[in-house]
């Protein structure tokens, strides 16, 4: 609902109309087109810039010299374990949904998904805040956990928990619109003639739904590997143990190690640029966000 | 599998297995942890809870987080709506790039546009160093707050919009200029009305988006009580504190002020839209 951009070029007789071409008109489009840019320069280009000019800004050999240090190597591996947890399975979650939503017709489905849609109002701190009340040393089940030796909180369980809270609609929300919208006759007809039902799924659906897939897929995945707020709450930042890449960022820029903050920045800036970058292919092939 | 009256007959299978799958991972994800927050805040004592959510450091982070994020969402108004007609349509170099860059405050992590813009703004930054000519300070003050939220609200308003300003039609505009109408009272009789539901959708998501934005603020606030602190900072210092009970006390007030901002912008666009389609014949 929040999305829907607009490939392609403006058609000829938009962008180039006769009789639009006073003086007037030429004035108002380049101070728009000049607000436009200058916003989007201070915002978004300059603090983009700064990334890269501090990270480099001591040579390239300094840049290097973070990912030697064993506490970062550590924050990315974490976050790469992470996303590889929880991306799946949002993803396994994503296509179930789909599936029973697209599908079929029950009752109080829209209220259903609403209740999927919800990880998107809640604050990434309450997100986070969540499972630190249940499974936290205070927490529902903290003495539980206590007198069996489990850690969840300040651990990899519970920053797997909140990652997974925080992306849980990425997928799903991508892939029900796109199944409802492309219907069921493909799948009804393999059924009918005799198709297993994961023959069904693996053969109809899923090539039909492949390009919103893997959209709500890259999504999911920038947001797990960049969560700051629900995983500050829940990973108590051990250093080498329960800091993602995020975190790590945290600590060395209060520590006044610009060039190692942002260096650590700098991959996840490239992450989100390729992120972009697929999103943006994939629109190219003609899907539309709703 | 649910043979009853609760969903209709369908010759696909598998309806058993992924409803009970999804509504399994949706309960164990979602809902019994939001659950524990809300069992957490009515556990508490009455007076216990008012003394928690209003105190005055609560209060004055309050006045932050909702004043930031509302004054944030409105220069998304303006500024969105600018980006968002510059888009559909203009036509000049480099508008495709730009497109894609809207998107760039979802992608980017926040911790990543966090430090980024605290650079930028600080007082021997690349702009705040010419701000400081002026005597204005934005990082460490509710102005620096104020531009992390807009950045993170910006896409909101500019998807939201674009959509509807493409919709605005043409041949109106035409008609209305033919008939002799200014700029301004064609901006006001035909393109506002047809693109103020989607301004205000925009709107909402902005503003629900910055209320409990974290990441990206707390860099760039000075995080000092009453000033620069805003709610969601709030509750992570009471659950370093481990008072868990106050943390989901504040947390349950945000949500709560949340939902019903979005139910009141939800009921004056169902209005809005009636009153506009009404003026408009």
């Known amino acids: ?290 | 599998m649910p043979q009853t009256s609760f969903r209709q007959p369908s010759v696909l299978p598998g309806f058993g297995l992924t409803f009970g799958f999804t509504t399994f991972f949706l309960s164990a994800i979602v809902l019994i942890p939001l659950a524990a927050l809300v069992l957490m805040a009515a556990s508490m004592q009455w007076s216990e809870f008012v003394r928690v959510v209003l105190s005055p450091r609560a209060l004055g982070s309050y006045r932050l987080s909702f004043g930031a994020s509302l004054l944030a969402a409105s220069i998304n108004l303006v500024f969105g709506f600018i980006i968002a007609w510059t888009l559909v349509r203009y036509e000049f170099p480099g508008r495709k790039v730009i497109d894609a860059l809207i998107d760039m405050p979802f992608a980017l992590p926040t911790a990543v546009s966090g430090i980024a813009l605290a650079s930028v703004f600080a007082q021997n930054g690349l702009l705040g160093h010419y701000l400081s000519l002026f005597g204005i300070q934005v990082a460490y003050t509710w102005i620096g707050v104020t531009i992390a939220l807009t950045l993170i609200g910006m896409p909101f308003m500019v998807r939201t919009l674009q959509p509807a300003i493409s919709e605005v039609q043409r041949e109106l505009e035409d008609a209305a200029e033919t008939l002799g109408a200014g700029r301004i009272y064609v901006f006001r009789r035909i393109i506002l009305p047809t693109v103020l539901p989607a301004m205000l959708t925009g709107f909402t998501l902005a503003f629900a988006r910055a209320v409990g934005e974290y990441g990206s603020v707390i860099f760039i606030a000075g995080n000092l009580p009453m000033k620069t602190e805003i709610t969601p900072l709030l509750i992570v210092i009471h659950l370093q504190e481990f008072d868990y009970q106050g943390a989901a006390a504040l947390g349950f007030v945000m949500l709560v002020i949340s939902f019903a901002v979005l139910l009141t912008i939800n009921v004056l666009h169902g209005w809005g839209r009636r009153h506009l389609v009404a003026t408009a014949h």
């Not at chain 1, 999305?3 to 007037?24: F, K, Q, V």
């Not at chain 1, 928990?161 to 492309?182: D, H, N, S, W």
């Not at chain 1, 520590?255 to 992450?271: P, W």
Request: aromatic share 12%; glycine share 8%; hydrophobic share 55%.
């Open chain 1, 1 to 290: 609902m929040a999305a829907s951009a607009i490939p392609g070029a403006i058609p000829d007789e938009l962008a180039h109309r006769p009789g639009r071409d006073t003086w007037l008109h030429v004035l108002v489009r380049w101070s728009l087109i000049g607000v436009s840019l200058a916003f989007l320069a201070a915002l978004l280009l300059a603090p983009l810039a700064t990334v890269f000019v501090v990270a480099f800004g001591r040579g390239i050999g300094t840049y290097l010299k973070t990912f030697g240090d064993e506490d970062t190597r550590a924050a990315i591996g974490l976050t790469l374990t992470t996303a590889a947890v929880v991306v799946p399975l949002n993803t396994v979650f994503g296509l179930a949904a789909a599936w029973c939503i697209a599908k079929f017709e029950f009752k109080g489905k829209s209220f259903f998904i609403t209740l999927i849609d919800l990880p998107l109002a809640v604050s990434p701190v309450i997100s986070g805040m969540l499972f630190v009340l249940l499974f936290g040393a205070q927490g529902w089940f903290g003495e539980w956990l206590q007198d069996h030796d489990i850690s969840i909180i300040f651990a990899l369980p519970g920053i797997i928990l909140a990652t997974m809270f925080v992306t849980f609609p990425y997928v799903a929300r991508e892939v029900i619109p796109l199944m409802q919208q492309l219907g069921n006759d493909e799948e009804e007809a393999a059924i009918t003639m005799g198709a297993g039902a994961w023959m069904t799924f693996f053969r109809v659906t899923l090539p039909k739904v492949r390009w919103g897939l893997l959209y709500g897929i890259i999504l999911c995945n920038a947001r797990a590997m960049g969560e700051f707020g629900a995983v500050s709450v829940v990973s108590g930042h051990i250093r080498g143990l329960t800091n993602t890449m995020p975190l790590q960022i945290e600590i060395l820029y209060n520590e006044f190690n610009f060039v190692g903050a942002f260096a650590v920045a700098s991959l996840l800036t490239l992450l989100a640029v390729l992120t972009l970058i697929i999103k943006t292919l994939v629109e190219r092939t003609g899907y539309k966000r709703r």
